[in-house]
Every structure is written in C-alpha cells, then in structure tokens.
C-alpha cells in the first residue's frame, strides 16, 4: 500500500467562494442514472471550498432558507468540518488525501432521496459523498453527525476498495463523534444496556458485527450493533491507551488485514477481543 499523503494544514484557512451554480453531474463526477437520482430542486450546485473540503449546495435553499441564512450554514459546516478534520489527525492519525465532497441538499429533495437510508437524519455518507440535509445553522447534534459521517469518508478516501467490517467502521466513527463532546467511554446507561442483553443472551457475535454493514439488521438489532462496535472501541482505547488506535488503523490499512493488525498492535485476534469486552462488561 503506498504510504499515507502528508498535507500541509493551516488552522485559520479561509473558505474561497465560488460563484455560479454546478450540475451536480459535474459536482459529483457521478454518472448516468446515478447523477439523474442526485439532482438538487432546481438540478443545479454552487460551490464552495475550505482547505480539505468541496461543499456544493442546492441553490433552491436560497429561497427557501434565504440567502443570508443558507450562507451561514454552508460556512458553519465547512468550519465544523475543518475542526473534526484536525481532531481526525491529532486521534486518528487520518489524514485524507485529496479533498472531500459534501452535498448540501435541499430538505425537501434529501428527505426523498435519503429516507431510511442514513442511521441520521440530518447527513450520512454516500457513494464517495458526505450528505448534508439543508438548514440555516450547525446544530450540536449536526456537528456530532459532521464528525460521525468524516471518519467513513476518511476510511473511503485512504483506501476505497478496501471493506473495513462494521464493527470496526462504525465503532471508530462512534467512538470519534462521542470524542466531539469529550465522551471517553460508555456511559453508565450504555453499559446497562449491554449487560441487560448480556444476560438475555442477546448480544451480536463478532462474526455479525463484521459484516460490511448494519444496514440490514432491524431497528433493535442495529442499535445494538452500534453500541457494541463503539464499545469494543472504547475498550480497546481503555486499556491500550487513545494513541493505539491511531496505531491500529494505520496496521490495518497498511497490511488490509483486520486480524494482522489485531495481533501486531494489541497481540489478540478479534475473537479475544469479543471475549475481554464481554467478560469485563459482566
């Protein structure tokens, strides 16, 4: 694999704007009926940049949110964004390669488009693309997703053939979006939780948690997965210290192998790592 791009960061970057508005068929780099489906209300973007982001939005939401308010919002969530960024390198050790895309959608055309899709209901990531539903300010809750939703697009950009299981993708971005507001570990309600569905014998094997997605586990089952996936997370950060799991990542994607970087960083395999979280969350 080759090795990870080094980028110049500068923490008081200025957002350049663009003027004109896009198709997001040039947006997106989208193609045939794929870019026919992302289309905005009126079918054209305007574009704006930060320092690692290309944020394109719906220009119907300048009438619909008013040009002053949605304008605040575009450079609200690129500021957020560039924040998460640096916290993304500082824990993680992530640092994407190349600019990330960010679609702001017209609330109405998002919530056609992306309902039931997303585990939020505000943004997911998508197809190479991190969703935004339009507004006129970054709720705390928005820029929890905003942190959430950058660890799958750093995932994608460091290495985009490869599928991470879930356990691993959604329980480091859960465990990041927790780090947004100082949260390190479970909470006493979480832990209580899963020691209830301990010993109903309802926790997920690891062999299910590994699947590429939660997408196709039930309401229940997913919240479920999430849960465990950041709590095995938080364990592993615990017990090794924060620092290993920038360590772990790196293992991973440099030999793509989950179970080579498990025995290299923490000398374990995913197996005793199920066991170690159950046995101390009993």
Request: aromatic share 10%; hydrophobic share 45%.
């Amino acid at each position: 694999m080759r090795s990870k791009p080094v980028i110049a960061w500068r923490r008081t970057s200025p957002i350049r704007w663009a003027s004109g508005a896009l198709a997001l068929l040039l947006v997106t780099g989208l193609s045939g009926a794929a870019a026919a489906r992302d289309r905005g209300a009126d079918g054209k973007f305007e574009k704006r940049e930060s320092s690692h982001f290309v944020l394109y939005q719906d220009v119907d939401i300048d009438e619909s949110g008013g040009l002053r308010g949605s304008r605040r919002f575009e450079q609200q969530v690129l500021d957020e964004l560039e924040r998460a960024y640096d916290r993304l390198d500082d824990l993680l050790g992530l640092r994407p390669g190349r600019r990330i895309d960010v679609i702001v959608y017209d609330p109405s055309i998002f919530d056609a488009q992306f309902a039931g899709r997303f585990r939020f209901a505000a943004a997911g990531f998508y197809n190479g693309v991190i969703a935004i539903r339009g507004d006129v300010v970054v709720s705390h809750q928005l820029a929890r997703v905003l942190h959430h939703e950058l660890v799958h697009a750093a995932f994608d950009a460091a290495s985009p053939s490869m599928i991470l299981p879930a356990w691993m993708n959604e329980g480091v971005a859960e465990w990041f979006e927790a780090r947004a507001t100082s949260k390190r570990q479970l909470s006493a309600g979480e832990q209580g939780y899963l020691l209830r569905a301990a010993n109903a014998g309802m926790l997920l094997p690891i062999d299910s948690l590994s699947a590429p997605s939660f997408a196709g586990f039930g309401p229940e089952a997913a919240s479920l997965a999430y849960l465990q996936s950041y709590g095995m997370i938080a364990w592993l950060s615990q017990n090794f210290g924060e620092k290993s799991l920038a360590r772990f990542i790196e293992a991973v994607l440099r030999s793509r192998s989950i179970e080579r970087a498990m025995s290299r960083i923490y000398r374990m395999s995913v197996y005793d790592l199920e066991d170690r979280f159950m046995a101390e969350l009993s």
